[in-house]
Nanobody
Framework: VQLVESGGGLVQPGGSLRLSCAASGFTFSRYNMRWYRQAPGKERVFIAHISSGGGSTYYADSVKGRFTISRDNAKNSVYLEMNSLKPEDTAVYYC??????WGQGTQVTVSS
């Protein structure tokens, strides 16, 4: 079983990034998926959820209107489109198969 995040990096405030999470070793289409993030010295927190079929999403207030979660079950992947990034979005971002598996994380740094 693997969840592998990619797409992180350094971006200026106001910029955008698209994170990807590729799943293997389990039936991806049966799992609700989430993104979490963990800033330095802080707990890991929820930021976005998508249902197994992709028809339902919800977000933490801190990212609502700026981030969009999506998935492609044919590609066993979930995505996080992040716009209008702020320095406080700096964190390691993790994908999670609800009730099951975690990825290793990808670093996002928002700085000028």
């Amino acid at each position: 079983v693997q969840l592998v995040e990619s797409g992180g990096g350094l971006v200026q405030p106001g910029g955008s990034l698209r994170l990807s999470c590729a799943a293997s070793g389990f039936t991806f289409s049966r799992y609700n998926m989430r993104w979490y993030r963990q800033a330095p010295g802080k707990e890991r927190v929820f930021i976005a959820h998508i249902s197994s079929g992709g028809g339902s999403t919800y977000y933490a207030d801190s990212v609502k209107g700026r981030f969009t979660i999506s998935r492609d079950n044919a590609k066993n992947s979930v995505y996080l489109e992040m716009n209008s990034l702020k320095p406080e979005d700096t964190a390691v971002y993790y994908c999670h198969a609800l009730g099951g598996y975690w990825g290793q994380g990808t670093q996002v740094t928002v700085s000028s």
